[in-house]
Nanobody
Framework: QVQLVESGGGLVQPGGSLRLSCAAPGSLFSSYVMSWYRQAPEKQRELVALISVGGMLNYADSVKGRFTISRDNAKNTVYLQMNSLKPEDTAGYYC??????????WGQGTQVTVSS
């Protein structure tokens, strides 16, 4: 079982920045594909960014050039740096850890609100 603990959400003005963190203590973190999803009210959960075991990156078109996903395997942590935030980025953000044939785990989510 992998427990994911997200932090870093909050209220920010449009154009501002936040950094989300997702820690997975006690796990074989480096062997998991890590990703961030988000879900706004009355909308489906969508992939925001993904980083593979080997460091390959994938981003939703809506966040390319503004968000950066990274991982620190020594700290068992994945980050999502979010810059130039827009009101439409407002959502609950969820961390996901996947390892083929082993498991698929989600964090509890952290709220990001972009508003003036």
């Amino acid at each position: 079982q992998v427990q994911l603990v997200e932090s870093g959400g909050g209220l920010v003005q449009p154009g501002g920045s936040l950094r989300l963190s997702c820690a997975a203590p006690g796990s074989l973190f480096s062997s998991y594909v890590m990703s961030w999803y988000r879900q706004a009210p009355e909308k489906q959960r969508e992939l925001v960014a993904l980083i593979s075991v080997g460091g390959m990156l994938n981003y939703a078109d809506s966040v390319k050039g503004r968000f950066t996903i990274s991982r620190d395997n020594a700290k068992n942590t994945v980050y999502l740096q979010m810059n130039s935030l827009k009101p439409e980025d407002t959502a609950g953000y969820y961390c996901r850890a996947q390892r083929f044939s082993v498991g698929d785990y989600w964090g509890q989510g952290t709220q990001v609100t972009v508003s003036s």
